[in-house]
């Protein structure tokens, strides 16, 4: 099997960047996995779409690092010692930037592999790099491993928390942990659940054991097809059009988008469950390029949510003066993003408890999260969603959760504190806890792309 040649060897090498089997454009990068140069355009129209043409190299360098592993990522310096103290702009560039988010990436001067012979989506990939990212095992060099070896989803993976990809079935899982309160991941599966009662394109979100740790794990949205866009990189390649809601409404009426009900859905939960981090890498579109058609990426990433990095002293569900990122990367209060919603979704408090009771449960049995903080969650819950009714001016019995109900939710969940105790977290590989994945729906129809 070919070998990797270290990118310390020389001190500046040649490299193509392909989209699938389309060579684009020749490049220089240097002994750290830093571009230096673009030297050569072969195929303008398929450069990345955030590229900007009067600061090409400037632009190709934020959207290649956009895809990589951020240094300040939760315990990933561990992670990148057992690979030797590696870079992660090398640690990609020795995977030849092959990934689950688009179909882009580099072949090198001295490498001759292929798309079909290499793509994730066809041809699986490695664990080397996630059981060493993630797992902190084992110490090894990648310049030591066969070329496959390197090739890994996870060295494009962005965001803080603690993630990687995994593959069962022959699909590919991204799993995701939790920050200080362990609550990350219960409530990206309480999004799940309320998105599902709305009936609105969504990733599914599910609570899994894996290696006897909690996290939540979503099937890959998109296929050989289909590259993820998101809105950072929309606004970049619009940048006539004000960073807003309404600049990005506009940006889909261009690219031939309608369906906004996935949007004000996204807008309600969001408030519903004080989601704080809808940034515009958290707001996507899917771009099929080989018939060149648009369409909203399922509702993801929820799991900043119910003050989830907020002490119990600071914490007031019913208070929606609170500023969030949402549709911008400054901040925007509740009641504004309210206003961006055209037609307002209708949850009744029916459909609303049978998820909370089903997030609680979770929570008890499976979070690592002081009583005290559960039974808070559990009231909060229920007066910020009769909160938010009354903002909208649903006020009738059927959009709001009487008090004796949230007092029997209270309770419920003060029972199952005392006498249920928690799960025994499974050692074994890989456990699903729920079960919202089969919900997923095909993105493009074979009769669409013929």
């Not at 179909?103 to 793509?119: I, P």
């Not at 491993?145 to 899982?173: A, E």
């Not at 009744?348 to 002081?370: G, H, P, R, W």
């Not at 419920?412 to 997923?440: A, D």
Request: net charge negative; glycine share 4%; proline share 4%.
């Amino acid at each position: 099997m070919t070998k990797v040649t270290s990118i310390h060897a020389k001190k500046n090498m040649n490299c193509v960047l392909y989209q699938k089997s389309n060579p684009i454009c020749r490049l220089t990068v240097d002994n750290n996995g830093i571009f230096q140069s673009i030297d050569e355009i072969y195929d303008k129209e398929r450069l990345p779409i955030r590229l900007d043409s009067a600061n090409l190299l400037e632009s190709f360098c934020i959207w290649w690092k956009y895809y990589t592993i951020p240094v300040n990522r939760d315990s990933i310096r561990i992670g990148l010692e057992k690979l030797g103290n590696i870079s992660p702009e090398e640690l990609k560039y020795l995977g030849a930037g092959f990934n689950l988010a688009n179909q882009y990436w580099v072949q090198t001067e001295d490498t001759q592999y292929t798309w079909e012979e290499y793509n994730l989506y066809e041809n699986g990939f490695s664990n080397y790099i996630g059981d060493a990212i993630f797992n902190h095992t084992p110490y090894y060099s990648p310049n030591s491993l066969t070329l496959k070896q390197n090739f890994s989803p996870d060295t494009s993976l962005n965001g803080m928390l603690k993630k990687r990809w995994v593959t069962l079935n022959h699909t590919p899982f991204l799993l995701k942990g939790s920050s200080r309160y362990d609550q990350n991941v219960f409530n990206e599966v309480f999004a799940t659940s309320l998105y599902e009662k709305l009936g609105v394109p969504h990733t599914p979100y599910d609570l899994v054991f894996y290696h006897g740790e909690i996290y939540c794990a979503c099937p890959c949205q998109t296929n050989r097809h289909t590259e993820i866009i998101s809105g950072a990189e929309l606004f970049s390649r619009y940048s006539d059009m004000k960073v807003s809601y309404n600049g990005y409404c506009e940006i889909m009426k261009k690219l031939n988008v309608y369906g906004n009900n996935i949007l004000d859905a996204m807008n309600y939960v969001d408030v519903l469950i004080a989601n704080t981090d809808r940034h515009l890498g958290n707001i996507a579109v899917l771009h099929d390029i080989d018939i060149d058609v648009y369409e909203h990426m399922p509702i993801f990433d929820s799991g900043t949510s119910l003050f989830c990095d907020t002490s119990l002293d600071y914490i007031d569900f019913a208070d929606f003066s609170n500023s969030y990122r949402s549709f911008t990367n400054s901040f925007v209060k509740d009641t504004e993003v309210l206003n961006y919603v055209s037609e307002m979704p209708y949850l009744t408090s029916f459909d609303y408890m049978e998820c909370v009771e089903q997030y609680m449960k979770l929570i008890t049995q499976y979070a690592n999260m002081k009583p005290s903080r559960m039974l808070q969650l559990a009231k909060g819950v229920c007066v910020r969603y009769n909160a938010l009714q009354v903002q909208i001016g649903l006020t009738s019995p059927t959009y709001q959760i009487e008090e004796i109900e949230i007092a029997h939710l209270i309770e419920s969940v003060r029972q199952q504190i005392q006498t249920i105790p928690q799960i025994e977290r499974n050692p074994s590989k890989f456990q699903f806890i729920t079960n919202h994945s089969g919900c997923c729906q095909p993105h493009f129809s074979q009769d669409e792309r013929q």
